[in-house]
T-cell receptor
Framework: NAGVTQTPKFQVLKTGQSMTLQCAQD?????MYWYRQDPGMGLRLIYY???????DKGEVPNGYNVSRLNKREFSLRLESAAPSQTSVYFC?????????????FGDGTRLSIL | AQTVTQSQPEMSVQEAETVTLSCTYD???????LFWYKQPPSRQMILVIR??????QNATENRFSVNFQKAAKSFSLKISDSQLGDAAMYFC?????????????FGGGTRLMVKP
């Protein structure tokens, strides 16, 4: 039972490089999310997709773009990486429609930008 | 916008004893959901317990229970008979019932240490 799968698990980039973080879920969930977690802090929402074909900005969207490729996959792209984007990135999905359903998280991607 | 505050950056408990982690939130909404997530060193985010705002009865999951005080906007987590495996970061999270995106707003977390 894979749940939410994120790739890669670790990545080191140089400032200005681009990168796409991949996320896939096998739970047939409508909603998917990208969060970042900085040291000693809670998760902050970058972008979300309430359903296939829609995406919306979260709390900290600057410097990122997303694509909801299909119902299963939701990717996060850094076009020109900056050291301030060094963080752990989590993808999550949720099946409820305004419901009680919790979000299910991937194992995270640790991204370092030099 | 809603905010979630966890005022205890770190807590410590002796194995087999009870500990309570605090969480307060700010909202003008009447319908919402509250969650506690556990994040061990492995970095996984694991759901511990959840509460619907319209349910007066406090949620319980085995050794984990909450004290939900809606008027005070407080949602504390009680861990009974603490075990070494409970050592982790704990995050409180809020979800509005009115937003179709079902996004979570997280608190800053509490690091729980369990002493043998």
């Amino acid at each position: 039972n894979a749940g939410v799968t994120q790739t890669p698990k670790f990545q080191v980039l140089k400032t200005g490089q681009s990168m796409t973080l991949q996320c896939a879920q096998d739970m047939n969930h409508n909603s998917m999310y990208w969060y970042r977690q900085d040291p000693g802090m809670g998760l902050r929402l970058i972008y979300y997709s309430a359903s296939e074909g829609t995406t919306d900005k979260g709390e900290v969207p600057n410097g990122y773009n997303v694509s909801r490729l299909n119902k299963r996959e939701f990717s996060l792209r850094l076009e020109s990486a900056a050291p301030s984007q060094t963080s752990v990135y989590f993808c999550a999905s949720s099946g409820g429609d305004r419901g009680y359903q919790p979000q299910h998280f991937g194992d995270g991607t640790r991204l370092s930008i030099l | 916008a809603q905010t979630v505050t966890q005022s205890q950056p770190e807590m410590s408990v002796q194995e087999a004893e009870t500990v309570t982690l605090s969480c307060t939130y700010d909202t003008s909404e009447s319908d919402y959901y509250l969650f506690w997530y556990k994040q061990p060193p492995s970095r996984q985010m694991i759901l511990v317990i959840r509460q619907e705002a319209y349910k007066q009865q406090n949620a319980t999951e085995n050794r984990f229970s909450v004290n939900f005080q809606k008027a005070a906007k407080s949602f504390s987590l009680k861990i009974s008979d603490s075990q070494l495996g409970d050592a982790a970061m704990y995050f409180c999270a809020y979800r509005s019932a009115y937003n179709a995106g079902n996004m979570l707003t997280f608190g800053g977390g509490t690091r729980l240490m369990v002493k043998p």
